[in-house]
């Protein structure tokens, strides 16, 4: 167990739709990462955030968005979801800048 | 543009043989490197990690080479026991930039009992 959660575990949805994302980091870390892993691919970073402002993007696309909260926890929302958005969505955690970054179990995002 | 690459999707070492797993990059600006293991429907474990000033690094049965002019490194886990059997990433970020990890797309490692 990493210390890092994210809710819910799985999601299935119709294209169209938007949907919302959690992830707590563990405890202490500042600095939150959101990952997309789509079949037999390797992970792809998203978006960066350290301790409520965004630090850095990836390939996210213009539809997804992202905050992190006073409390530190996360939220990566989905918009206008396609076929091609159902994927492994990982939320990973560190101290601070750069450290070691601790993975949560994952949502797995089916789009129907 | 794949920064990080694992040539070998796929793995099958005996048990307590050595499984040696190997990782290229392309981006000299790459200063630390990590290994990651994934079960299927779990996160990636956090495994090893290297820093660029050093060539290797050991922990217990696991261990992380990385020879700098070759843009390679690999990991060796010896000696290796079923519960080895995982997909694992190489990942690599800069220490002092954007420090969002570019992960390789993973080798299955299966040990045969």
């Known amino acids: 167990d990493s210390g890092v959660t994210q809710t819910p575990k799985h999601l299935i949805t119709a294209t169209g739709q938007r949907v919302t994302l959690r992830c707590s980091p563990r405890?202490?870390?500042?600095?939150v990462y959101w990952y997309q892993q789509s079949l037999d691919q390797g992970l792809q970073f998203l978006i960066q955030y350290y301790n409520g402002e965004e630090r850095a993007k990836g390939n996210i696309l213009e539809r997804f968005s992202a905050q992190q909260f006073p409390d530190l926890h996360s939220e990566l929302n989905l918009s206008s979801l396609e076929l091609g958005d159902s994927a492994l969505y990982f939320c990973a955690s560190s101290v601070g800048l750069p450290d070691t970054q601790y993975f949560g179990p994952g949502t797995r995002l089916t789009v129907l | 543009d794949q920064q990080v690459k694992q040539n070998s999707p796929s793995l099958s070492v005996q048990e307590g043989r050595i499984s040696i797993l190997n990782c290229d990059y392309t981006?000299?600006?790459?200063?630390?490197f990590l290994w990651y293991k994934k079960y299927p429907a779990e996160g990636p474990t956090f495994l090893i990690s290297?820093?660029?000033?050093?060539d290797k690094n050991e922990d217990g049965r696991f261990t992380v080479f990385l020879n700098k002019s070759a843009k390679h490194l690999s990991l060796h886990i010896v000696p290796s026991q079923p519960g080895d059997s995982a997909v694992y990433f190489c990942a690599a970020n800069r220490v002092f930039g954007n420090e969002k990890l570019t992960f390789g797309t993973g080798t299955r490692l299966t040990i045969i009992p």
């Open positions: 981006n000299s600006m790459f200063d630390y």
């Open positions: 405890s202490g870390d500042l600095s």
């Open positions: 290297i820093s660029s000033i050093k």
